[in-house]
């Protein structure tokens, strides 16, 4: 079988697990702090905070911002449910905008025609997307938000290594939290760094990231320059306010470290793999490419567009290639139509998830398996031209 995605464990991260697991520490140990650091390195954070999934970064991310009810959030359709889920786990109610349909990123321009509609402060804040790798213009985004007064979360969990470049012709990387107040990753076993389950929130912002630190651990304070009341000792500790238990334990931090060391050489490798893709199906009739080529792009999906999508998915299922679609449009989602949403109201995404198809693409995945992919791809829209022609 080729799946859409997979992860890849070296005998290096076997050997970093194992360090852990015969160490002081299975959870809230020295690799938490370490793993943070080297992270927030790597996307030119300030600040990183480890925790159990890229959902419950979110939802923490949502805390710290202060969504409660009535406030009103922007995010894109063309995500998984937990970008905007967020909000909703803080009683907020969530907004759609429609795609740019060249690169399924949120459409700023429709953004600003929404939030015109209203009044300053109507919406509280954005939740960009990083689609497939895609980094988001968070320049735009930025001016756009410091316009009508909102806040940033960055759902970066697509694009570790991703970046856009700015106006001033510099690369400017996702999450580095330059214009974001936030940005959340998650390491899945099919992202680019795998730890099972995990995810990490990175900013520029202090404040925000000890706020962070004591909302994952139950909403605890021990450090005694952050106490309300006078240390009592070296034991004392405060629950401050109703926290969580998000914490990312070392065993999976050891292996996020050990992870994080081979990423950019992963990174290239999906780049390569991606520009193979793109000289495959620029001359294939049928087939369209979504954002090819773009600079920066992380590749965390290799989507393409076709007419016959379902016919292609099932086609491919028969030559043991698990392509995946990325995604039932969130605003279709049943619980989301409950709050109101329907069908036809972002045609771009709508026209959009009628046609994607995101085909296998990982580090691991071997010249000739693309090979074998590419031409089950041909095959199938050969045959579908004929029989409709």
Same mark, same amino acid.
């Given at each position: ?58 939802? /923490? ?13 922007? !995010?894109?359709? =063309? ?56 980094? +988001?213009?968070?320049?735009?985004? $930025? ?59 990175? !900013? ?24 309300? %009341? ?13 926290? @969580?238990?998000? #914490?990312?334990?070392? +065993?999976?931090?050891? =292996? ?13 490798? %999906? ?15 049928? &087939? ?5 080529? #773009? ?34 449009? +969130?605003? $279709?989602?049943?619980? @989301?139509?409950? /709050? ?11 026209? @959009?998830?009628?046609?994607? =198809?995101?085909?296998? /693409?990982?580090? !691991? ?8 992919? &590419? ?15």
């Amino acid at each position: 079988m080729i799946p859409y995605g997979r992860q890849h464990i070296t005998p290096d991260d076997e050997a970093a697990v194992l360090a852990a697991l015969r160490s002081d520490f299975l959870t809230q140990g020295p690799r938490v702090a370490e793993f943070e650091e080297k992270f927030a390195a790597y996307v030119g954070a300030k600040h990183a905070v480890a925790v159990s999934n890229g959902t419950a970064a979110l939802h /923490l991310c949502a805390l710290a911002l202060g969504v409660r009810p009535g406030q009103r959030v922007i !995010t894109s359709p =063309l995500t998984f449910a937990a970008s905007a889920n967020c909000v909703r786990y803080c009683g907020g109610e969530v907004h759609f905008v429609d795609i740019d349909p060249a690169t399924g990123l949120l459409d700023l321009a429709a953004t600003r025609a929404l939030l015109e509609t209203h009044a300053r402060g109507h919406f509280s804040g954005l939740i960009p997307v990083d689609f497939a790798g895609l980094a +988001v213009d968070m320049e735009a985004t $930025r001016a756009l938000a410091d316009e009508f007064g909102l806040w940033i979360i960055e759902d970066s969990c697509h694009a570790p290594g991703g970046f856009f470049v700015d106006s001033k012709g510099q690369q400017q990387l996702c999450g580095s939290g330059r214009f974001a107040d936030l940005a959340i990753f998650s390491f899945h076993p099919v992202k680019h760094i795998a730890t099972g389950e995990g995810g990490m929130i990175t !900013t520029s912002n202090e404040k925000l990231a000890r706020h962070l630190r004591r909302l994952r651990t139950h909403g605890i304070e021990r450090e005694p320059a952050g106490l309300l %009341r006078q240390d009592e000792g070296g034991w004392y500790m405060e629950m401050q306010e109703l926290g @969580y238990n998000y #914490r990312m334990p070392d +065993v999976l931090c050891a =292996l996020g470290i050990s992870q994080l060391s081979r990423a950019d050489a992963n990174l290239a490798r %999906r780049r390569e793999l991606a520009a193979r893709y793109d000289g495959a199906f620029a001359a294939l009739p049928g &087939v369209a490419i979504l954002a090819p080529g #773009r600079p920066g792009h992380a590749y965390h999906l290799y989507v393409i567009q076709v007419a016959n999508r379902r016919g292609l998915y099932d086609f491919l299922r028969t030559k043991n290639i698990l392509a995946q679609v990325h995604y039932v449009p +969130v605003h $279709r989602m049943p619980y @989301y139509e409950k /709050l109101g949403w329907r069908a036809g109201d972002f045609p771009a995404v709508e026209a @959009y998830y009628e046609r994607c =198809l995101s085909l296998p /693409l990982y580090p !691991t995945l071997s010249d000739e398996e693309q090979a074998y992919v &590419v031409r089950c791809v041909g095959e199938f829209e050969a045959q579908n031209t004929a029989v409709t022609a």
